[in-house]
């Protein structure tokens, strides 16, 4: 049950420059936005706040996953970033919230700002922001990062949403620009979130991963020569690129040898098909008596001549 995760040095240092280019930029947005009494450009800082909060989840997440498992923590440290990907979307959906209702108030009372002030802060945040979703798109699969990757990638398009708007405001003077450009990029947050939020709970109450079926698990498993059955079984993730499997499965009375090449044919298939490659197999025997579920311990007499209960991690 020891599970060991490799450390991933390259992806630390990518967060620790997200994380320095990103205060930087927080600092850049929220000074310049108060000065061009702009609310999308505040609305950016708010965002870009939670995107350093993000980075610095994630990279504590990155840290504890390279930890090794323990007695006490026999799987490790591997929902460490899932738990970080799960407290930054519901951050990030607190956050749309705010940015909607001050973009409605806005709107029945604009403000006048300053679109070349505007323009200028979003143009740099464009090329940071796309500058850190690219080195992070390497690692888009696992949800800690793909969190932080959406993060920047959602900033990317908001900024140049503010780029844009700012160009409009500069050639109609319609300050309701702005407001509308904030409830734009407040339903890009909430929308991103809502799915990262719905896959890390799935996780969290380890639910059955939502790239797999378990009906095509358990016709796999019944397909391997020689299994007679396959029930009690449970699918979930370890992290978000890690997933576990564990099953009872009735075959016939047969020595352990026997037994042992049906389990290596269910695991290749397993992993093979479904990158599944943690599993606790337990055989049951067909025609002895069960108890729970489980195949009864043979009684003394039996012992010595047949084996009725096998189970193989």
């Given at each position: 049950?020891?599970?060991v995760?490799?450390?991933?040095?390259?992806?630390?240092?990518?967060?620790?420059?997200?994380?320095?280019?990103?205060?930087?930029?927080?600092?850049?947005?929220?000074?310049?936005?108060?000065?061009?009494?702009?609310?999308?450009?505040?609305?950016?800082?708010?965002?870009n706040?939670?995107?350093?909060?993000?980075?610095?989840?994630?990279?504590?997440?990155?840290?504890?996953?390279?930890?090794?498992?323990?007695?006490?923590?026999?799987?490790?440290?591997?929902?460490?970033?899932?738990?970080?990907?799960?407290?930054?979307?519901?951050?990030?959906?607190?956050?749309?919230?705010?940015?909607?209702?001050?973009?409605?108030?806005?709107?029945?009372?604009?403000?006048?700002?300053?679109p070349?002030?505007?323009?200028?802060?979003?143009?740099?945040?464009?090329?940071?922001?796309?500058?850190?979703?690219?080195?992070?798109?390497?690692?888009?699969?696992?949800?800690?990062?793909r969190?932080?990757?959406?993060?920047?990638?959602?900033?990317?398009?908001?900024?140049?949403?503010?780029?844009?708007?700012?160009?409009?405001?500069l050639?109609?003077?319609?300050?309701?620009?702005?407001?509308?450009?904030?409830?734009?990029?407040?339903?890009?947050?909430?929308?991103?979130?809502?799915?990262?939020?719905?896959?890390?709970?799935?996780?969290?109450?380890?639910?059955?991963?939502?790239?797999?079926?378990?009906?095509?698990i358990?016709?796999?498993?019944?397909?391997?020569?020689?299994?007679?059955?396959?029930?009690?079984?449970?699918?979930?993730s370890?992290?978000?690129?890690?997933?576990?499997?564990?099953?009872?499965?009735?075959?016939?009375?047969?020595?352990?040898?026997?037994?042992?090449?049906?389990?290596d044919?269910?695991?290749?298939?397993?992993?093979?098909?479904?990158?599944?490659?943690?599993?606790?197999?337990?055989?049951?025997?067909?025609?002895?008596?069960?108890?729970?579920?489980?195949?009864?311990?043979?009684?003394?007499?039996?012992?010595?001549?047949?084996?009725?209960?096998?189970?193989?991690?």
């Amino acid at each position: 049950m020891h599970m060991v995760t490799s450390p991933n040095r390259k992806m630390q240092r990518v967060l620790k420059i997200s994380m320095a280019l990103t205060a930087a930029y927080v600092v850049a947005t929220f000074y310049f936005g108060v000065r061009a009494h702009s609310l999308a450009l505040i609305s950016e800082a708010g965002h870009n706040v939670s995107d350093l909060l993000a980075i610095l989840l994630s990279f504590a997440a990155v840290y504890f996953q390279t930890r090794p498992a323990t007695d006490q923590k026999t799987f490790g440290y591997q929902r460490a970033g899932v738990l970080a990907a799960f407290v930054n979307a519901l951050t990030l959906i607190l956050l749309a919230a705010w940015i909607a209702l001050a973009a409605i108030h806005r709107l029945y009372a604009p403000v006048a700002v300053q679109p070349r002030i505007m323009m200028a802060v979003a143009a740099a945040g464009v090329m940071m922001n796309g500058a850190i979703a690219a080195m992070l798109w390497n690692s888009s699969g696992d949800v800690n990062i793909r969190t932080v990757f959406l993060h920047m990638l959602g900033d990317t398009l908001s900024t140049a949403a503010v780029i844009a708007g700012s160009a409009g405001i500069l050639a109609t003077g319609a300050f309701w620009l702005d407001p509308a450009l904030s409830l734009v990029i407040a339903a890009m947050i909430a929308w991103s979130s809502s799915s990262i939020v719905r896959e890390t709970l799935n996780i969290l109450l380890e639910g059955t991963p939502r790239a797999l079926s378990l009906a095509e698990i358990r016709a796999a498993v019944n397909a391997v020569p020689g299994v007679l059955d396959v029930h009690d079984l449970h699918v979930w993730s370890l992290g978000s690129a890690s997933h576990a499997l564990a099953s009872h499965v009735t075959i016939a009375e047969m020595p352990v040898s026997g037994s042992a090449t049906i389990l290596d044919a269910i695991n290749s298939a397993l992993r093979d098909r479904f990158h599944i490659t943690h599993t606790t197999i337990q055989f049951e025997i067909i025609g002895c008596e069960t108890t729970h579920g489980c195949s009864a311990p043979p009684g003394p007499e039996a012992v010595g001549h047949h084996h009725h209960n096998d189970h193989t991690h």
